[in-house]
């Protein structure tokens, strides 16, 4: 099975996922979206309220706040994939319980798989903690971690800027430092290195040469 098809595959499995408590509330699962081939994936948190309504990732005044922030990255939301470490609303957009992520953990698990990325940016606590073990995203937010093969990049999360404005400037120049790890420039921070991945919580919410997408919602 191709690799596209096998993330239709996982899409399918989440839009029907009863796993966790979460399934009862939401009135549609956010599997992510973007191509089926990316250099970048960003990880949030969870569906807020106009992702679920929507199915989306990053729909509502989060989604317009990180739309401009990759601008400034000089990327486009059709060249990355975007998705969140559980795929259902928590209720009140409350913070994902333990057995949550762990309902979730293989479904990320997969996509990360598949997608292959050469860089992870996780966007807030939650999604930090899957990779960075202790971390404290007040001390390593915009800061690059060699995770097996992979670059790991923590940003504060989009919305987290929204509730406390001071933290907008901050996720500006991440996302400009981003640009910069991008283009392949002088490193922006000493490469941190990074325990394996696991899935431990922390604190926290058309191209045509391009890849085919799989914003089949």
């Given at each position: 099975?191709?690799?596209?098809?096998?993330?239709?595959?996982?899409?399918?499995?989440?839009?029907?996922?009863?796993?966790?408590?979460?399934?009862?509330?939401?009135?549609?699962?956010?599997?992510?979206?973007?191509?089926?081939?990316?250099?970048?994936?960003?990880?949030?948190?969870?569906?807020?309220?106009?992702?679920?309504?929507?199915?989306?990732?990053?729909?509502?005044?989060?989604?317009?706040?990180?739309?401009?922030?990759?601008?400034?990255?000089?990327?486009?939301?059709?060249?990355?994939?975007?998705?969140?470490?559980?795929?259902?609303?928590?209720?009140?957009?409350?913070?994902?319980?333990?057995?949550?992520?762990?309902?979730?953990?293989?479904?990320?698990?997969?996509?990360?798989?598949?997608?292959?990325?050469?860089?992870?940016?996780?966007?807030?606590?939650?999604?930090?903690?899957?990779?960075?073990?202790?971390?404290?995203?007040?001390?390593?937010?915009?800061?690059?971690?060699?995770?097996?093969?992979?670059?790991?990049?923590?940003?504060?999360?989009?919305?987290?800027?929204?509730?406390?404005?001071?933290?907008?400037?901050?996720?500006?120049?991440?996302?400009?430092?981003?640009?910069?790890?991008?283009?392949?420039e002088e490193p922006i921070?000493?490469?941190?290195?990074?325990?394996?991945?696991?899935?431990?919580?922390?604190?926290?919410?058309?191209?045509?040469?391009?890849?085919?997408?799989?914003?089949?919602?």
């Amino acid at each position: 099975m191709s690799d596209i098809n096998q993330l239709r595959t996982i899409r399918e499995e989440i839009l029907h996922c009863q796993k966790c408590p979460l399934a009862k509330g939401r009135k549609n699962a956010v599997p992510g979206e973007g191509p089926s081939s990316v250099d970048v994936m960003f990880i949030g948190e969870g569906p807020g309220y106009h992702e679920n309504q929507q199915g989306k990732p990053f729909v509502g005044q989060a989604g317009m706040f990180l739309d401009e922030l990759l601008a400034s990255a000089d990327l486009k939301r059709e060249e990355v994939f975007i998705t969140n470490v559980v795929k259902c609303r928590p209720p009140d957009n409350r913070d994902p319980m333990p057995e949550e992520l762990a309902a979730c953990a293989h479904y990320l698990d997969e996509q990360i798989a598949l997608l292959d990325p050469k860089v992870i940016v996780t966007l807030g606590r939650f999604s930090m903690a899957k990779f960075i073990e202790n971390g404290k995203i007040t001390q390593i937010h915009g800061k690059s971690h060699q995770v097996g093969k992979r670059l790991v990049v923590t940003m504060y999360h989009p919305a987290a800027a929204l509730h406390q404005p001071a933290l907008r400037p901050a996720l500006i120049e991440d996302f400009s430092k981003l640009r910069h790890l991008l283009a392949k420039e002088e490193p922006i921070e000493p490469k941190v290195e990074a325990p394996a991945p696991e899935t431990k919580p922390g604190k926290q919410e058309e191209n045509p040469s391009l890849p085919e997408q799989l914003s089949l919602f």
